[in-house]
């Protein structure tokens, strides 16, 4: 599905990706985690082709097609999608309005998709102008629902959530990444940013990553990764690393 | 049904490509969604005729005539003196233009049209009239525009706005002109005890120059004003915009409303409320788009003389933010698609109490304008 190789990311002249591998196959969900500032929102954005993260050098395979230099919308067309940390408020433009653009969906269509995340009286509101936390990431994952993307990127879902909607948020994000159909027949992948893995109590990830300083550490089973990391620290990944 | 003159033949000859111009304006020749037309083209009314109970749209000189206490109305709101164009529409001997008289209670939403058409003449002057009387509720839609081949000429109009206790008019201004035009509105307005104005403009279209600076009184208890602009200057276009409100009189407010993009032309948004009574608010909220380099002089005013007033406003002036592009671009859409659908959110100003029918004018206004971004 998705095949980073040798990634060397810079913003504003600063190099903060060092040489990225990763690979993310057909059907698995893979979590990434590490210290604030290791560069791991940087390297979601890099993927989605943002405009202040330039590639230096490396490369970036989505099914098959090199996309290192393509544009964001062509990305997203072609099945990459994001559920995004902080998205921009944009004063006028109303959620309903933006999901009739960017769909061919109906109103009635929409409106159904709406109510699964309680979003249905949002609709008509200015996108993310005076959303709570909770509400920004409901209408994150109601734009995912409507966009379908194949490979789908998570900026922290957890951040900002209550219980609550961290278990409406989780068991969708869930359905969004196939986890009802059988591994053999998934078609969904993901990338997870998480601090807290809580995301794990709702689905179940196939690798995990830690990511400091601008290059992945290790790889391994994110269940034990994120036991190390909350019993000794991120200290005890560089040191594993440097032994 | 009162009938004074109807020739819609005299627009139907018109060209097509005329029409369309006059359409989006707001013009209904089959009069569906209107209940009242008044159409001049130069200096030659073509058509007044209302079909609203309580309700009369005559021509100037008509309602002179007819009723004695109309002229305590003509240039009481606007002074004769006020400017050089004020004098020259004053000293007029054959004054045209289109006096509307909503009777005592007589409530329509369906909009009346009133048409402004510039095609031969190098000058066009209007003198209306609308006056609500107590009770009543109005909705007027002009549609000021110049014929396709019209290259230069001027338009210079004084309307006075009489909105009597708790009386409610709705008036929606939207101009088509043409790059060599320049236009020259003087309008005042007069709110008593519980009335209401609410002033739209839509200036979209090239023109040479477009210079107002309405004022809206309020003289009762309660009055409010409100004006909204959605303007947007192309190369070679002056917009010297602006409006006014005197809150003279206690518990009235006032919100004075612009969104104005430049793609190359100059937009001076001025905005004055002047808070002079006790238990009175106003807000100026002013945002501008630049999207290709030009000017966006944003002016906004707020002057109180009590303790009893309260006034704000805000402005704020630049380009369309990188961030919120790419947000969108994530969903899917091009750049261009993006950039037009941002820009369409920020001149998506919904006017609390609008009839569907104006919305949908100015909805059509902004669609015609967005294929130009």
Known sequence: MLDISDLHVEVDGTETLHGINLHIGQGETHILMGPNGSGKSTLLKAIMGFGDYTITSGSIVFKGTDITRMPIHERARLGIGMMFQHPPAISGLKLGKLLTATSHLGNDAIEALAQTVNMEHFLTRDINVGFSGGEIKRSEVLQLKVQQPDFLMLDEPESGVDLENMSLMGKEIANLLEKDVHIVNRRKSGLIITHTGYILDYLEADQGHVLIDGRIRCHGNPREILRVVKEKGYGECLRCKQM | ?373
């Not at chain 2, 749209?57 to 009723?67: D, G, N, T």
């Not at chain 2, 000058?123 to 009543?136: P, R």
């Not at chain 2, 739209?200 to 279209?205: A, L």
């Open chain 2, 1 to 373: 049904m009162s009938a004074l003159q109807t020739d819609v033949g005299d627009i139907e000859r018109l060209p097509e490509k005329d029409r369309e111009r006059l359409a989006l304006t707001g013009l209904e020749v089959e009069m569906q969604n209107r209940c009242g037309s008044f159409f001049q083209i130069d200096q030659k009314v073509i058509q007044t005729t209302c079909g609203a109970e309580g309700i009369e749209m005559i021509p100037i000189k008509v309602a002179l005539e007819k009723y004695d206490w109309v002229k305590d109305y003509s240039w009481n709101a606007v002074s004769p003196d006020k400017d050089k164009y004020t004098r020259y529409i004053a000293k007029q001997e054959n004054p045209q233009g289109l006096v509307v008289i909503a009777h005592e209670g007589a409530k329509v939403e369906m909009p009346l049209q009133a048409c402004l058409f510039l095609r031969d003449e190098p000058v066009q002057h209007v003198h209306n009239i609308f006056i609500a009387q107590e009770g009543a509720e109005i909705n007027i839609i002009s549609g000021c525009a110049s014929s396709w081949q019209k290259e230069h000429g001027a338009h210079i109009g004084v309307t006075e706005i009489y909105v009597g206790k708790g009386a409610k008019v709705t008036s929606t201004m939207i101009h088509n002109w043409n790059p060599g035009i320049s236009v020259f509105p003087r309008s005042a307005i007069v709110v008593e005890e519980d009335g209401t104005f609410l002033s739209n403009y839509v200036c979209m279209q090239p023109v040479r120059r477009v210079n107002m600076y309405p004022t809206a009184r309020l003289i009762g208890k309660n009055a409010v004003a409100r004006f909204s602009s959605i303007v947007v200057a192309t190369p070679g276009s002056t917009l010297d915009l602006g409006s006014r409100a005197i809150l003279g009189a206690e518990h009235t407010s006032a919100e004075l409303v612009t969104r104005a993009i430049t793609t190359g032309g100059t937009i001076i948004s001025r905005g004055h409320i002047l808070g002079e009574k006790d238990e009175t608010r106003g807000h100026i909220e002013c945002k501008g788009l630049i999207l290709k380099d030009g000017i966006i002089h944003a002016i906004p005013e707020i002057e109180g003389t009590l303790t009893g007033t309260e006034l704000s406003h805000e402005a704020a002036v630049g380009k369309i933010a990188r961030n919120e592009i790419e947000y969108l671009m994530a969903r899917g859409l091009s750049e261009e698609e993006a950039t037009a659908t941002i820009i369409r959110g920020f001149l998506d100003v919904k006017i609390s109490g609008l009839p569907a029918v104006l919305q949908a004018q100015i909805d059509a206004a902004i669609d015609k304008a967005e294929s130009g971004f």
